[in-house]
C-alpha cells in the first residue's frame, strides 16, 4: 500500500527539532522556578530575628510570698487572793443543839396503799397465769365431750367428705363459751356442725390474771373420721 502523505504533512522529519525544543522549554522553567524560591524567601519576616525579641520580652511570672497571720497571745489566767485580817469576826456562825435522842419514841409509819392497775374487763387474753380449763380436766376433758356430742352430717358421710375444723372461742370470766367462729374450715356441713357441738358446750373454769377473771381466746381442733 502506498503512503499518500506528502512530504511537508509528514512530521517524521522534525522529530528530532520539536524534542530539542522540548528540553530548552523544561530547563527554562526550571531555571525560572528557583529564581522564584529565593526571592521569595528573603521577604520572609520570620528570618529578620522577629522571634528572638518576642522571646526577650516575656516576663517571668512571680509570686509575693504572704507572711503568716500572727497568733494572738494565749491569756494569762492568775488567781486572785484575797487576804483576810484574823480580827475579823464571823456574824454567821452554826449553832448545833445538842439534843439527845429518845429511844423509845415512837416514829409514825404511814400505810400506803399501791392500786394496782385495773384489768380491762372487755381485752381478750391469749396467755395469761391460770389458762381455762374444760371442768378441772383441761383440753383433753373438752376433747372427750366433743367426741361424745359430735354428729356426723349425713351428707358428707355420703359424699366420703373428712377432715380437720378448726374453731376459736372465748372463754368469759363467767364460765361459758362465746364468739365462736371458723378459723379453717372443711366443708360447709362440717363447718356447721363443729360451730353447734362447740356453742353448745358447758361452762369452764375461767382463765385468771393476776388472781382476777378475765377473758382467754382459745383455737381448738375438731377431727371429722369416717368409720
Known amino acids: 500500500m502506498e503512503n499518500k502523505k506528502t512530504d511537508q504533512a509528514n512530521l517524521e ?19 525560572i522556578a528557583f529564581e522564584w524560591s529565593n526571592t521569595g524567601l528573603s521577604t520572609n519576616e520570620f528570618d529578620i530575628g522577629v522571634t528572638n525579641d518576642i522571646i526577650d520580652e516575656i516576663i517571668p511570672i512571680t509570686r509575693q510570698e504572704q507572711p503568716e497571720p500572727e497568733k ?11 487576804i483576810v485580817d484574823d480580827d475579823v469576826e464571823i456574824e454567821d456562825e452554826l449553832i448545833i443543839d445538842d439534843t439527845e435522842i429518845d429511844i423509845d419514841s415512837e416514829i409514825p409509819i404511814l400505810n400506803i396503799d399501791v392500786e394496782e392497775p385495773e384489768e380491762d374487763e372487755t381485752k381478750i387474753f391469749i396467755v395469761v397465769e391460770d389458762m381455762p ?17 359430735l354428729r356426723y352430717p349425713e351428707i358428707a358421710a355420703e359424699n366420703r367428705i373428712s377432715g380437720r375444723v378448726y374453731v376459736r372461742f372465748v372463754v368469759e370470766p363467767d364460765g361459758s363459751v362465746n364468739n365462736v367462729e371458723i378459723v379453717r374450715g372443711v366443708d360447709p356441713a362440717l363447718d356447721k356442725e363443729a360451730l353447734r357441738v362447740v356453742s353448745s358446750s358447758p ?10 377473771p378475765v377473758r382467754v381466746a382459745y383455737t381448738f381442733p375438731i377431727s371429722f373420721v369416717l368409720k
Not at 522534525?14 to 531555571?31: D, E, M, N, T, Y
Not at 380449763?133 to 356430742?149: A, L, P, T, V
Open 13 to 31: 522529519k522534525r522529530k528530532g527539532v520539536f524534542f530539542q525544543l522540548g528540553l530548552v522549554i523544561a530547563l527554562s522553567l526550571v531555571l
Open 203 to 212: 361452762k369452764w373454769i375461767p382463765g385468771k390474771q393476776r388472781g382476777k
Open 133 to 149: 380449763s374444760f371442768q378441772g380436766k383441761g383440753q383433753d376433758g373438752f376433747r372427750n365431750w366433743i367426741s361424745k356430742n
Open 72 to 82: 494572738p497571745p494565749l491569756p494569762i489566767v492568775a488567781d486572785i487572793l484575797s
